[in-house]
């Protein structure tokens, strides 16, 4: 799944912002005033970015190890 929206970075009384359009926010299930974080994380050597509802993005590692420990 490719989820993946362009953001120009803008200028906001010399601060760096970007827009996050409205459907965007929409579909994460957040609005105006809601808390996101902005995350380093690196897809194989690609060092990327990614906007979440959670201050830690979830190593998937971690989630297969709990299901192996449930079942």
Known sequence: MNNAKKVVIEDWEG??????PDETLQEM???????????????????????SKTPRVA???DELARYWSEN
Do not use: M, N, P, S
């Not at 601060?15 to 996050?20: F, K, L, N, T, W």
């Not at 299930?29 to 060092?47: A, K, N």
């Open 59 to 61: 190593d998937r590692t």
């Open 29 to 51: 299930g957040v609005d105006v005033g809601d808390t996101l974080y902005l995350i380093e994380e690196y897809v194989g050597t690609t060092r990327c970015v990614v906007l």
């Open 15 to 20: 601060d760096g912002c970007i827009r996050i």
